[in-house]
């Protein structure tokens, strides 16, 4: 149960629209069916947040999310770190998920400059879907495998970004169980796919695939820290 004199900074219709923010993220790429919705519906309204209406959930547009947070500009560039997190989580940053980032980063009145910063190096520009020019059709896979900064850089450019995104501190109940829910416990194994026998793939652990895995995991244990400490909740279930 949640500490009867813990109180959120975010009223519900933020928390709904914000949660709408997120997942409108996690299903930018398009690769989602019934099923899937189904499950999310029934995770967001039982435990991440009871009481909102559900039940007409759709993506949210960046200009409603707009209206809704920028009243309150701390709830907005959290919002916005915590989508990035959504956008990285399993390792792959796909095009759809950076043009969705971007359109909310500007409706919001944010600075993009830390997105363009995960942009160059994340993946190459090139492969997905610069403007066409005339004449010519844009080919653009539907996402790149998030890659360290080569070992040869002198600076990490990807340091304002950890930065940034370690500021996002958790200050509402329903928000830190979706944390919970949305990264896994431990890093997921490393593998080998085969094939009759014969290894045609090698899949490193998302840890050594990922290079903002920690400040995933330091996300995690703050919720989880928020949730026992702050809220008294019983956080065994994650664990």
């Given amino acids: 149960m949640t500490s009867a004199t813990q109180q959120s900074p975010y009223t519900e219709a933020q928390v709904k629209a914000w949660l709408r923010g997120l997942l409108s993220i996690a299903w930018a790429d398009g690769n989602f069916d019934e099923d899937e919705k189904s499950l999310i519906h029934s995770m967001t309204d039982s435990e991440l947040a009871p009481g909102l209406d559900f039940e007409t959930f759709k993506p949210i547009e960046p200009s409603a999310l707009a209206e809704i947070l920028n009243p309150n500009p701390v709830a907005a560039e959290n919002f916005l770190?915590?989508?990035?997190?959504?956008?990285?989580?399993?390792?792959?940053?796909?095009?759809?998920?950076?043009?969705?980032?971007?359109?909310?980063?500007?409706?919001?009145?944010?600075?993009?400059?830390?997105?363009?910063?995960?942009?160059?190096?994340?993946?190459?520009?090139?492969?997905?879907?610069?403007?066409?020019?005339?004449?010519?059709?844009?080919?653009?896979?539907?996402?790149?495998?998030?890659?360290?900064?080569?070992?040869?850089?002198?600076?990490?450019?990807?340091?304002?970004?950890?930065?940034?995104?370690?500021?996002?501190?958790?200050?509402?109940?329903?928000?830190?169980r979706f944390i919970c829910k949305l990264v896994p416990p431990q890093c997921p194994f490393e593998r080998d796919v085969k094939l009759f026998g014969k290894k045609i793939v090698h899949i490193p652990p998302m840890c050594k695939l990922n290079p903002l895995y920690e400040q995933l995991v330091g996300l995690r244990f703050r919720a989880l820290s928020y949730l026992a400490d702050d809220c008294e909740e019983d956080v065994s279930a994650y664990i």
Avoid: H
């Fill in 81 to 176: 770190r915590m989508a990035v997190m959504v956008a990285i989580a399993d390792g792959v940053y796909s095009a759809e998920e950076d043009r969705a980032l971007i359109a909310f980063c500007q409706a919001l009145e944010l600075d993009t400059a830390v997105l363009q910063s995960l942009q160059s190096t994340l993946y190459n520009l090139r492969q997905v879907g610069r403007e066409a020019q005339p004449g010519t059709t844009a080919a653009a896979p539907a996402a790149s495998p998030l890659t360290p900064p080569a070992a040869k850089e002198s600076l990490d450019p990807l340091k304002p970004a950890r930065e940034w995104l370690d500021q996002l501190d958790v200050e509402d109940p329903r928000l830190a």
